[in-house]
């Protein structure tokens, strides 16, 4: 038997060396073999939910440090690694891919590419991962280029460019690779681009389909910008976090950014779709399908580019495909994935912009609460209740866990940008409502009514908050669940740490020195479950003693 | 060299006081930004009061290269050719402005000096170190407790007006790094110090006893409580207007000697 065992596993390596490593069928079936991690989240649904066990409350306290590996880049570190059987691929930001032996993190290759000098991404020089099909990596680089790379040897197979970094275009975002398509979005919104969604084919890098976020004259949502003006051509709308899928509907979701100017609707009048709405595409041919707007006519930076998690559940009696969206406008929601109906809407923390909903999941604004010269305090504040850190939703506890920003809030000003090609185009700033200084590199001196981070835990049929973990400083990490019940994430203090997912008790923590503003993910080798986060400029590696 | 007028200074500083002395429209929000502007990009060279460059007095609300706010953007973001004023275009126009903003403001404060006599450093270091006991807490140089704020560059990084400030109200503003924090821990020992850290599990400070900086463990914390007041007391009525004069011009002094 054993020796039966042994020649399948010498068989099956054999296969896997000979033919492509990830097929598409290895991805849409990624749940059935988590000992992988073979998408930015971990699988299409993005609920980066791990059925791996071998970690458990009881035994979470022995969790030791196996490896580390240190890039050679200063940049922020916000990349989730894919794992395929044993190689773990990670980015050093900016650009540079590199391949580890996911068990002792030894360096197997790297691709190292220097991004044009034009790239101008707002807000760091950062990239959230990759995607893989076959034995193909893809990377979208800050210079608004697309890149194919061997999986096993890190041989450049093709790079196209996608946008003018010039203009502003860039991107940051793991692409999402759904049958023979690479599918990416392009940042910018800081800068007056048209943003849109495009697919390409993963052979040839040739553009199949593009999803333009604003639309052109003509197009059904072209009447939410102003007519005989071209604030559409530089409304923003970007797209720089990995959307999801669902196989059966055949349909991609993706989270749009803010319009521009960011601080100014002045010369953009109307809602501005798609921007702060969640689009439906039709994977094959990119055509929209449904949307749902967050923020219509936003003037408050509050990009809708989170990741949508798709959760199939009971809802008021009956199964439903929903999403679970938290915003970084302040609103946790619900919506009906197949159809984009709205189901419900409710503040996960402060918020004085919006007393509700209508019907149709129109909020209700407060009138006044706009960004004025003078200022005006919005809660959430320009960093959002949430922004683009990874949310996680466990079937197992049948709660959606948010990374959150407490207590927090900003001074709106605007102002008056005239659009320049390549120029940032804010219309205005957002300020700090809290004493300046507080929180310095490396030492925090606010208190809790200053803003604080912390893990919310929602019930998502009715939005209520089960417990959360406070956190003394804010946070940019993103979150991790296991069947165990096992939540990981960190947060800008230093701190890796588990909680248990059903009431938020602290169960482990390691310092890892460095602020934590990626998603942690596992996977599994020989028997063995490890857990990683990426923090200050390294992966640490855990597992049990 | 430099006067006050103590009831408008306590006005000025007090929340919202900013706003009256909004210039052309500029809100508290405008002069606060543009205080940490200048604080970044302008302090180093033109100093606390504006006046550290020859020739070059940017505090006291009077320009010899620019009439109109417009002009002090461009100036700022485009320099003075053949000077060391250099190009600043690293500054965006809207921070820019809020510089302008914060310029004009201590103008006017500045113009609203007249009150205290003149000051004399040499008395004031007498004081500090003597009647004032000031080195019971503070630091110049080698000398002095580490307990509170060190004041060996103090002249570089505050006005007069804010020295002022500091002395007759000390709990008016108390920067978020000097905040005092009090510690209670399970035992029952009782520990003030100097916030110098802090995170969800952790808590350093500064004992106020020992000079010591130490590290406690929330679990072992049984109250964490910033205090509201300063430990600092007040001067208004332990030190004459000539003796704060003088101590505000020994202070206005340090800027960065090792033993003044």
Redo the contacts between chains.
């Keep these: 038997m054993i020796r039966r065992g042994v020649y399948i596993g010498v068989f099956m390596t054999c296969c896997m060396l000979l033919d492509a490593q990830v097929p598409y069928d290895r991805i849409v079936r990624s749940t059935q073999e988590p000992q992988n991690w073979l998408t930015h989240s971990g699988n299409y649904n993005s609920q980066r939910y791990s059925t791996l066990s071998q970690i458990t409350t009881e035994n979470v306290k022995n969790l030791e440090l196996r490896w580390i590996f240190q890039t050679r880049s200063l940049e922020k570190f916000e990349a989730t690694p894919l794992v395929v059987d044993g190689i773990l691929y990670t980015v050093e930001a900016p650009n540079n891919v590199v391949a580890l032996d996911a068990a002792t993190g030894r360096v197997f290759w790297t691709f190292t590419y220097t991004p044009a000098e034009a790239s101008r991404p707002c807000c760091g020089r950062v990239n959230r991962g990759l995607a893989i099909l076959g034995d193909t990596l893809f990377m979208a680089t800050i210079d608004a280029r697309l890149i194919a790379v061997d999986a096993k040897s890190g041989k450049e197979l093709w790079n196209v460019a996608v946008a003018k970094p010039e203009s502003g275009y860039a991107m940051t975002l793991a692409p999402l690779v759904v049958k023979d398509k690479v599918i990416i979005g392009t940042a910018g919104g800081e800068y007056g681009i048209r943003g849109f969604i495009a697919g390409f084919d993963a052979r040839t890098g040739k553009e199949a389909w593009r999803f333009y976020t604003i639309p052109g004259p003509g197009e059904p949502g072209h009447e939410t910008w102003p007519a005989n003006s071209d604030s559409w051509q530089h409304g923003g709308a970007s797209v720089w976090v990995t959307g999801s899928y669902d196989p059966d509907l055949n349909l991609t979701y993706w989270g749009i950014g803010n319009p521009g100017p960011d601080r100014n609707g002045d010369e953009r009048t109307g809602d501005n779709l798609y921007s702060c709405s969640v689009v439906a595409l039709d994977v094959d041919t990119g055509k929209l399908k449904w949307y749902y707007q967050f923020s219509p006519h936003d003037e408050f930076d509050f990009d809708s580019t989170q990741v949508p998690v798709l959760a199939d559940m009971e809802w008021q009696g009956a199964p439903r495909k929903t999403m679970l969206f938290a915003n970084r406008n302040g609103f946790f929601y619900v919506l009906d994935r197949a159809t984009g109906q709205f189901l419900l809407g409710k503040p996960f923390v402060e918020v004085n912009w919006a007393t509700g909903f209508d019907a149709k999941g129109r909020p209700q604004r407060i009138p006044g609460m706009v960004p004025t010269?003078?200022?005006t305090l919005i809660l959430p504040g320009n960093q959002g209740g949430t922004n683009w850190y990874n949310p996680s939703y466990s079937p197992k506890t049948g709660l959606f866990y948010v990374p959150t920003w407490a207590n927090y809030s900003s001074?709106y000003?605007k102002?008056v940008t005239p659009y320049e090609e390549g120029k940032?185009f804010n219309g205005?700033?957002a300020?700090a409502t809290t004493?300046?200084?507080?929180r310095?590199a490396?030492?925090?001196?606010?208190?809790e009514d200053e803003g604080y981070g912390a893990i919310r835990a929602l019930d998502p049929h009715t939005g209520e908050m089960k417990w959360q973990f406070?956190?003394?400083?804010v946070t940019d990490a993103g979150i991790l669940t296991t069947a165990s019940n096992l939540l990981f994430s960190g947060?800008r203090?230093?701190?890796f740490y588990a909680l248990d997912a059903t009431d938020g008790k602290l169960l482990w923590?390691f310092p890892v020195g460095g602020r934590v503003i990626s998603g942690p993910m596992t996977y599994a080798l020989n028997g063995t479950q490890y857990v990683e986060v990426a923090a200050g400029n390294s992966v640490f590696v855990f597992a049990l003693k | 060299m430099w006067r006050v007028r103590v009831c408008l200074l306590i006005s000025i500083f007090s929340g919202g006081a900013l706003w009256s002395l909004a210039q052309r429209g500029y809100t508290q929000s405008e002069i606060e930004t543009g205080a940490q502007q200048y604080a970044a990009n302008c302090l180093r060279c033109h100093g606390p009061e504006g006046d550290n460059v020859a020739d070059a007095d940017i505090g006291h609300g009077k320009f010899r290269r620019a009439s109109t706010d417009a002009d002090l953007v461009r100036l700022i973001r485009n320099g003075i050719p053949n000077s060391t004023m250099a190009a600043m275009n690293n500054i965006s126009e809207q921070n820019a402005q809020t510089i302008v903003a914060y310029l004009r403001s201590i103008a006017s404060t500045a113009a609203a000096l007249s009150a205290l006599p003149n000051g004399n450093a040499d008395r004031g270091k007498a004081l500090f170190e003597g009647k004032g006991t000031c080195t019971n807490c503070h630091r110049v140089g080698a000398n002095g407790s580490r307990v509170g704020p060190d004041l060996t560059m103090i002249g570089t990084q505050r006005r007069t007006v804010e020295l002022h400030r500091s002395l007759v109200e000390p709990d008016v503003e108390i920067v978020p790094t000097n905040r005092t924090l009090k510690i209670v821990t399970r035992d029952g020992s009782t520990i003030t110090g100097r916030l110098l850290n802090q995170d969800s599990f952790t808590i350093q400070l500064l004992d106020a006893k020992d000079e010591r900086p130490k590290s406690f463990s929330r679990s072992d914390v049984r109250e964490v409580e910033f205090l509201t007041k300063s430990p600092m007391p007040s001067y208004k009525d332990k030190l004459s207007n000539q003796e704060l004069a003088d101590l505000i011009s020994y202070l206005a002094s340090l800027k960065g000697q090792a033993n003044p």
């Design positions: 010269e003078q200022g001074l000003v102002a940032t205005g700033t300020r004493p300046n200084g507080i310095t490396l030492n925090n001196f606010a208190k406070k956190m003394t400083d947060g203090e230093g701190y923590k």
